[in-house]
């Protein structure tokens, strides 16, 4: 079942913004990771955030996570065209499944 | 990162047919691979966890006998969809994992299947 929920569904910004994504989940976890999905492709791997982590970096990616709130976001900073895809947060509860939130389409315009 | 192939990539087939999806991991040996379906603008929803060498797991709601998996080797996984009707047109997606990757999973670039 999906436990996953994120926001916004849909956003829309400029090149060069910065885009937020949140995502919220139900149980306790072992991981959070972010995934991305161009359209009608496979996933590719972004990041994985532990449970006793608060942040990670990877190159123009911020992942924040809070474990009281259970929530995660993911900032993408000086968005570009091909940034354009899905963001899907999976949470891992240590049975090595994967249950994926609902997903956010980003669009970023040139 | 590791790297994991699927075939084919599209397939359409006739009502009341079966089809066969091929999950392969390139370069590692993958323990567990998983069976996702993606409906359009939808998320991935997990349909089953396979391991070699065993029987396949399903999650709830999920037809085992509709949707045959094999997992014979530590490499390949096979998804059959029996007996394929209109509703099963979908995105499939498999992923692979292993202590050896660290407990990632790696996602196939996905098969879509349109059943007339």
């Known amino acids: 079942s999906q436990q996953g929920e994120e926001d916004p569904q849909a956003l829309s910004i400029q090149e060069g913004e910065n885009a937020t994504m949140n995502c919220s989940y139900k149980t306790s976890i072992n991981n959070l990771q972010w995934y991305r999905q161009n359209s009608g492709r496979g996933l590719v791997h972004l990041i994985l955030?532990?449970?006793?982590?608060r942040e990670k970096h990877s190159g123009r990616l911020r992942v924040t996570l809070d474990t009281s709130k259970k929530s995660s976001s993911l900032l993408i900073t000086a968005s570009r065209a091909a940034d354009t895809a899905s963001y899907f947060c999976?949470?891992?509860?240590?049975?090595?499944?994967?249950?994926f939130g609902q997903g956010t389409t980003l669009q970023v315009k040139p | 990162g590791a790297v994991v192939s699927q075939h084919p990539s599209w397939v359409i087939c006739k009502s009341g047919t079966s089809v066969k999806i091929e999950c392969r991991s390139l370069?590692?040996?993958?323990?567990?691979m998983f069976w996702y379906r993606q409906f359009p603008k939808q998320s991935l929803m997990l349909m089953a966890t396979s391991n070699e060498g065993s029987k396949a797991t399903y999650e709830q709601g999920v037809e085992k006998d509709k949707f045959l998996i094999n997992h014979a080797s530590l490499t390949l996984s096979t998804l059959t969809v029996t007996s394929a009707h209109p509703e099963d047109s979908s995105f499939y997606i498999c992923?692979?994992?292993?202590?050896?990757?660290?407990?990632?999973?790696?996602f196939g670039p996905g098969t879509r299947l349109l059943v007339l």
């Open positions: 992923s692979a994992t292993s202590l050896a990757v660290g407990g990632t999973q790696y």
């Open positions: 955030i532990r449970s006793n982590e």
């Open positions: 999976a949470t891992d509860a240590d049975t090595g499944k994967l249950i």
């Open positions: 370069d590692f040996q993958a323990t567990t």
